[in-house]
């Protein structure tokens, strides 16, 4: 018999990835607990678009991106309906020939992947998508990607993890260490493995090398129809992709709802929460050149968020080795703006890990030990 | 954002009384003023002018404001609604059909005013369910109630004012109800003699109808399945009873507009902003006048609005800070005499939508940990009304603390955040909008 | 005589009195403002821009708070699916 307060995993973070992980030990029968500072789900999760997309910024985000889809996609049928998931595909939007000039190497390399893409052109793409503006080059569609409602995908997650018994503590962890887990309520937790799943705001572990990339998003009244797939700017891994530079692209996404969701901006060395009044007009601005229609739709809220962005653009997955001697601390932190589409997959990669078991895709890439080097994204 | 650009000694925001006072008394101390308003035309609720029926009585007070408005030389902007504001000294309103407009200010004044409080009951979102100001209003926009058999229920003074108004309006008012219990109603009503007495038109009217104190409605009752209000039930506690009627005019006194403050981070105290006796906000240059002070009717909000402008100027006058003083403790005796009864808690069952936008029903919010758990995991609130109308009834009902603002605080075209109109059109436009056009 | 205006009302001609707003002249006609998201149909509660219950297609935009319009000679309005 253990004590009580005594966990096989002690996941830090509410959020999906540490949902994600908490509904995976759980499943293989351990004592999961859970701890979360503030409202489960309300930091990044919240904030976050919840598109499930495969991208292909480098070999090692191709290969989780896209094993993680396949994990939504054979889990869609037990996801309640408040997950709102939807697998309407995306289409990346090509503004000229130059973009237009990238679709087939990108079409080819998602098919070595296996993953299933088609190329548009400028009338296809005007049929499945009429508001776009005329006179696009074409693009490049990949039905398999789809969208979730994210606080739901998550609580859902945790609901799931807590029927199988995992314990939910809503409390500050002020320290986590060698096994142990202190509370701001002043209650210590102590567990054969923790796991930090936390976003960009992290006092626990002061190595660990992330960064704030403060984004904004911007969501509509109901317009049911007026948008049919997540569509995004060819142009978006370009922009995404400067780690120095505040950027926008265009980046729509039809809810389940109706409503449009509408992104996106980054923004680094930025810790101000509020709303950004010169990127936001620059946000909605780029999204007008594409949509002109989009000028008289109603605006309900405006967010910013902070994703937690790495120097290689790839998450932290696996023992902390590397970033700290304890052998207990484990880590699922440095998503950017893929943590929803990769948390099925990181949850099953680290518990795959902690067991010592063989995964689908090779955890390698991810591993922390490879910022061995106290790690320091490049400022310009 | 970078649209175009007004630059004015005092901006306020809010054309009803206590704004029309506050624009009044800065501009004719020579300051260049300009106020920004939502509705078609000047007044604010209180003062709602009845456009389609020209035959209405005229408020002779509201005249004389205009009046007064009109010749201080203020610029009144009608039409424009508020949807974002900044600390370093900028206000941005969006226009039907058109780009955002940028104010900035010396001073901002904010007569924001205040709204109904609506609370969830079974049958409260049948058509023929109005807020009692609600129905007041779209009878002022030309909906006909003649002949029609109305209760208005509640509380709060204004219960009484609907009903007086409805009446001269044809209306048969069956009943009017009130959840507060007579003994605090006539204490309350024994404290204001010691007040002017036209804080108090509503309590001052002797209604025909039957009067029904420490009673409320339960439920609304359809004709048919969804459709049309027949009845209402009403309880006393012990005995209850159905009300045949065609109309409910229902509302829970009145909850302040403080977004544009809360943009700001003024302090507050408990829901109202927290002000100092020449109404400054704890923001420099920013400050607030009328109802989001504390709900203490038309008079009050006249003096502080006097006040403000007069601060704005440098200049503040004895007789009307004593005015103030008086308004305050008056507020907070309507305040204790119009307390919701614990009663009102048990209203909704669990099917009960509590949030008409998203239609969230009561039994969803029961297992939530916080307003902000709930928005996430149910939508409450997430609606374009941005929780105005669920977030004060949840405050009351589940007892959670609100969540912080942004902009927009009220839904905008996209268009309102591209770059505005150039210099020169907006100036032509604020000349032929002037005042004379628009009120 | 105060001067009339004529609007349609989900494809029914209404008169109404000048100065009615779009709100109260759906009322007069009988017909919702809104279906809501679970398929009741609404009217207007608030009167005064707060609530959003009184939002329909006006001249085929969608989401429009008839309590802050005037009717206008001409006008579509719609219900809001």
């Given at each position: 018999?253990?004590?009580?307060?005594?966990f096989d995993i002690l996941v830090i973070g509410a959020g999906i990835v540490g949902s994600a992980i908490a509904r995976e030990g759980a499943q293989l029968g351990w004592r999961v607990g859970v701890v979360e500072a503030g409202t489960p789900a309300g930091g990044a999760t919240a904030a976050g678009m919840g598109h499930l997309v495969v991208m292909?910024?480098?070999?090692a985000q191709l290969a989780l991106t896209a094993y993680s889809r396949s994990l939504w996609r054979s889990d869609a049928a037990n996801l309640p309906t408040a997950v709102e998931y939807e697998s309407?595909?995306?289409?990346?939007?090509?503004?000229?020939?130059?973009?237009?000039?990238?679709?087939?190497?990108?079409?080819?390399?998602?098919?070595?992947?296996?993953?299933?893409?088609?190329?548009?052109?400028?009338?296809?793409?005007?049929?499945?998508?009429?508001?776009?503006?005329?006179?696009?080059?074409?693009?490049?569609?990949?039905?398999g990607d789809g969208v979730v409602y994210p606080p739901a995908a998550a609580g859902f997650y945790l609901a799931e993890a807590r029927r199988m018994g995992a314990e939910l503590f809503l409390?500050?962890a002020?320290?986590a260490?060698?096994?142990?887990v202190?509370?701001?309520?002043?209650?210590?937790?102590?567990a054969e493995r923790i796991v930090l799943a936390v976003g960009a705001e992290c006092?626990l572990?002061?190595?660990l090398?992330v960064?704030?990339?403060?984004?904004?998003?911007?969501?509509?009244?109901?317009?049911?129809?007026?948008?049919?797939?997540?569509?995004?700017?060819?142009?978006?891994?370009?922009?995404?992709?400067?780690?120095?530079?505040?950027?926008?692209?265009?980046?729509?996404?039809?809810?389940?709802?109706?409503?449009?969701?509408?992104?996106?901006?980054?923004?680094?060395?930025?810790?101000?929460?509020?709303?950004?009044?010169?990127?936001?007009?620059?946000?909605?601005?780029?999204?007008?050149?594409?949509?002109?229609?989009?000028?008289?739709?109603?605006?309900?809220?405006?967010?910013?968020g902070f994703r937690a962005a790495t120097?290689?653009?790839l998450p932290l997955i696996g023992p902390a080795?590397?970033?700290?001697?304890?052998?207990?601390l484990w880590l699922a932190v440095g998503f950017e703006g893929l943590g929803i589409t990769n948390a099925p997959g990181a949850a099953r990669l680290l518990v795959d890990c902690m067991q010592g078991r063989e995964s689908a895709i090779s955890i390698?890439p991810y591993l922390p030990?490879?910022?061995?080097?106290?790690?320091?994204?490049?400022?310009? | 954002?970078?649209?175009?650009?007004?630059?004015?000694?005092?901006?306020?925001?809010?054309?009803?009384?206590?704004?029309?006072?506050?624009?009044?008394?800065?501009?004719?101390?020579?300051?260049?003023?300009?106020?920004?308003?939502?509705?078609?035309?000047?007044?604010?609720?209180?003062?709602?002018?009845?456009?389609?029926?020209?035959?209405?009585?005229?408020?002779?007070?509201?005249?004389?404001?205009?009046?007064?408005?009109?010749?201080?030389?203020?610029?009144?902007?009608?039409?424009?609604?508020?949807?974002?504001?900044?600390?370093?000294?900028?206000?941005?309103?969006?226009?039907?059909?058109?780009?955002?407009?940028?104010?900035?200010?010396?001073?901002?004044?904010?007569?924001?005013?205040?709204?109904?409080?609506?609370?969830?009951?079974?049958?409260?979102?049948?058509?023929?369910?109005?807020?009692?100001?609600?129905?007041?209003?779209?009878?002022?926009?030309?909906?006909?109630?003649?002949?029609?058999?109305?209760?208005?229920?509640?509380?709060?003074?204004?219960?009484?004012?609907?009903?007086?108004?409805?009446?001269?309006?044809?209306?048969?008012?069956?009943?009017?109800?009130?959840?507060?219990?007579?003994?605090?109603?006539?204490?309350?009503?024994?404290?204001?003699?010691?007040?002017?007495?036209?804080?108090?038109?509503?309590?001052?009217?002797?209604?025909?109808?039957?009067?029904?104190?420490?009673?409320?409605?339960?439920?609304?009752?359809?004709?048919?399945?969804?459709?049309?209000?027949?009845?209402?039930?009403?309880?006393?506690?012990?005995?209850?009873?159905?009300?045949?009627?065609?109309?409910?005019?229902?509302?829970?006194?009145?909850?302040?507009?403080?977004?544009?403050?809360?943009?700001?981070?003024?302090?507050?105290?408990?829901?109202?902003?927290?002000?100092?006796?020449?109404?400054?906000?704890?923001?420099?240059?920013?400050?607030?006048?009328?109802?989001?002070?504390?709900?203490?009717?038309?008079?009050?909000?006249?003096?502080?609005?006097?006040?403000?402008?007069?601060?704005?100027?440098?200049?503040?006058?004895?007789?009307?800070?004593?005015?103030?003083?008086?308004?305050?403790?008056?507020?907070?005796?309507?305040?204790?005499?119009?307390?919701?009864?614990?009663?009102?808690?048990?209203?909704?069952?669990?099917?009960?939508?509590?949030?008409?936008?998203?239609?969230?029903?009561?039994?969803?919010?029961?297992?939530?940990l916080?307003?902000?758990d709930?928005?996430l995991q149910?939508?409450?609130?997430?609606?374009?009304?941005?929780?105005?109308?669920?977030?004060?009834?949840?405050?009351?009902?589940?007892?959670?603390?609100?969540?912080?603002?942004?902009?927009?605080?009220?839904?905008?075209?996209?268009?309102?955040?591209?770059?505005?109109?150039?210099?020169?059109?907006?100036?032509?436009?604020?000349?032929?909008?002037?005042?004379?056009?628009?009120? | 005589?105060?001067?009339?205006?004529?609007?349609?009302?989900?494809?029914?001609?209404?008169?109404?009195?000048?100065?009615?707003?779009?709100?109260?002249?759906?009322?007069?006609?009988?017909?919702?403002?809104?279906?809501?998201?679970?398929?009741?149909?609404?009217?207007?509660?608030?009167?005064?821009?707060?609530?959003?219950?009184?939002?329909?297609?006006?001249?085929?935009?969608?989401?429009?708070?008839?309590?802050?319009?005037?009717?206008?000679?001409?006008?579509?309005?719609?219900?809001?699916?």
């Amino acid at each position: 018999m253990r004590a009580s307060g005594s966990f096989d995993i002690l996941v830090i973070g509410a959020g999906i990835v540490g949902s994600a992980i908490a509904r995976e030990g759980a499943q293989l029968g351990w004592r999961v607990g859970v701890v979360e500072a503030g409202t489960p789900a309300g930091g990044a999760t919240a904030a976050g678009m919840g598109h499930l997309v495969v991208m292909d910024d480098s070999p090692a985000q191709l290969a989780l991106t896209a094993y993680s889809r396949s994990l939504w996609r054979s889990d869609a049928a037990n996801l309640p309906t408040a997950v709102e998931y939807e697998s309407c595909g995306t289409i990346w939007v090509a503004a000229d020939d130059e973009e237009m000039a990238e679709v087939d190497s990108r079409q080819r390399l998602y098919a070595q992947t296996g993953v299933t893409a088609s190329v548009l052109n400028p009338e296809e793409l005007a049929r499945l998508e009429p508001n776009l503006r005329p006179g696009l080059a074409g693009g490049m569609l990949v039905p398999g990607d789809g969208v979730v409602y994210p606080p739901a995908a998550a609580g859902f997650y945790l609901a799931e993890a807590r029927r199988m018994g995992a314990e939910l503590f809503l409390s500050r962890a002020v320290a986590a260490s060698h096994g142990e887990v202190r509370l701001s309520d002043g209650s210590r937790l102590s567990a054969e493995r923790i796991v930090l799943a936390v976003g960009a705001e992290c006092d626990l572990l002061p190595a660990l090398p992330v960064q704030k990339r403060k984004g904004h998003l911007v969501i509509t009244d109901r317009y049911p129809g007026f948008v049919r797939h997540q569509l995004v700017e060819l142009g978006y891994l370009k922009s995404a992709h400067k780690i120095t530079d505040d950027s926008v692209a265009f980046n729509i996404q039809p809810r389940q709802t109706g409503q449009l969701l509408l992104g996106s901006s980054r923004q680094y060395d930025n810790d101000d929460r509020a709303i950004d009044t010169e990127m936001l007009a620059r946000m909605i601005q780029r999204a007008e050149e594409y949509i002109p229609g989009l000028r008289g739709l109603s605006v309900l809220r405006t967010w910013t968020g902070f994703r937690a962005a790495t120097a290689d653009k790839l998450p932290l997955i696996g023992p902390a080795y590397g970033l700290s001697d304890d052998s207990t601390l484990w880590l699922a932190v440095g998503f950017e703006g893929l943590g929803i589409t990769n948390a099925p997959g990181a949850a099953r990669l680290l518990v795959d890990c902690m067991q010592g078991r063989e995964s689908a895709i090779s955890i390698d890439p991810y591993l922390p030990a490879r910022l061995m080097e106290p790690a320091r994204l490049a400022h310009a | 954002m970078t649209g175009d650009t007004n630059r004015t000694d005092v901006l306020v925001v809010g054309a009803g009384p206590a704004g029309i006072a506050a624009a009044t008394a800065a501009a004719r101390h020579g300051l260049k003023t300009i106020v920004l308003d939502d509705n078609p035309s000047a007044g604010g609720q209180i003062w709602r002018d009845a456009i389609a029926n020209p035959h209405a009585k005229k408020e002779a007070a509201r005249e004389r404001a205009i009046q007064s408005l009109r010749a201080s030389g203020a610029q009144l902007l009608s039409g424009r609604s508020v949807f974002a504001a900044d600390a370093t000294g900028a206000v941005w309103a969006a226009r039907e059909g058109g780009p955002q407009e940028e104010f900035r200010y010396q001073s901002l004044i904010l007569a924001t005013g205040a709204r109904e409080r609506f609370l969830p009951f079974p049958g409260w979102t049948l058509p023929g369910v109005f807020g009692a100001g609600g129905l007041q209003a779209l009878v002022k926009g030309g909906y006909p109630v003649a002949g029609k058999r109305v209760v208005v229920a509640g509380t709060g003074p204004l219960l009484l004012a609907v009903a007086k108004h409805l009446a001269e309006d044809g209306a048969k008012v069956v009943r009017i109800v009130e959840q507060a219990p007579l003994k605090r109603l006539m204490s309350f009503a024994a404290s204001l003699a010691t007040n002017p007495a036209k804080l108090l038109e509503g309590l001052r009217f002797r209604p025909r109808a039957p009067y029904s104190t420490g009673c409320w409605v339960t439920e609304a009752i359809g004709a048919t399945e969804g459709q049309k209000l027949s009845a209402v039930r009403i309880s006393g506690g012990v005995k209850t009873w159905s009300e045949p009627c065609d109309l409910l005019a229902g509302g829970y006194n009145l909850v302040p507009n403080t977004e544009i403050a809360e943009l700001l981070r003024c302090a507050f105290r408990g829901s109202f902003v927290r002000v100092d006796d020449s109404q400054r906000t704890s923001v420099p240059h920013v400050f607030c006048v009328g109802e989001p002070t504390g709900i203490a009717g038309l008079d009050a909000a006249l003096v502080q609005g006097e006040i403000a402008g007069l601060a704005c100027a440098g200049k503040s006058d004895a007789a009307l800070t004593r005015r103030a003083a008086q308004g305050r403790a008056f507020a907070d005796r309507l305040e204790k005499a119009f307390a919701l009864r614990d009663e009102l808690r048990s209203l909704p069952h669990a099917d009960t939508i509590v949030c008409r936008c998203e239609d969230v029903p009561a039994g969803k919010l029961r297992d939530r940990l916080s307003w902000t758990d709930a928005k996430l995991q149910t939508r409450c609130g997430m609606g374009p009304c941005q929780g105005r109308v669920c977030g004060p009834a949840i405050e009351f009902l589940m007892q959670w603390r609100p969540v912080s603002v942004r902009q927009p605080i009220l839904p905008v075209p996209m268009q309102a955040f591209f770059p505005g109109t150039t210099a020169a059109e907006s100036a032509a436009q604020t000349e032929t909008e002037s005042i004379e056009e628009r009120v | 005589m105060p001067e009339t205006i004529s609007v349609t009302i989900n494809g029914a001609a209404q008169h109404v009195a000048a100065g009615t707003t779009v709100a109260a002249a759906m009322l007069i006609a009988g017909q919702p403002t809104r279906v809501s998201v679970s398929g009741e149909r609404r009217a207007p509660l608030c009167g005064m821009g707060i609530c959003f219950e009184c939002r329909a297609v006006v001249n085929g935009i969608a989401h429009r708070r008839t309590c802050q319009i005037q009717c206008e000679h001409g006008m579509t309005v719609e219900t809001n699916p």
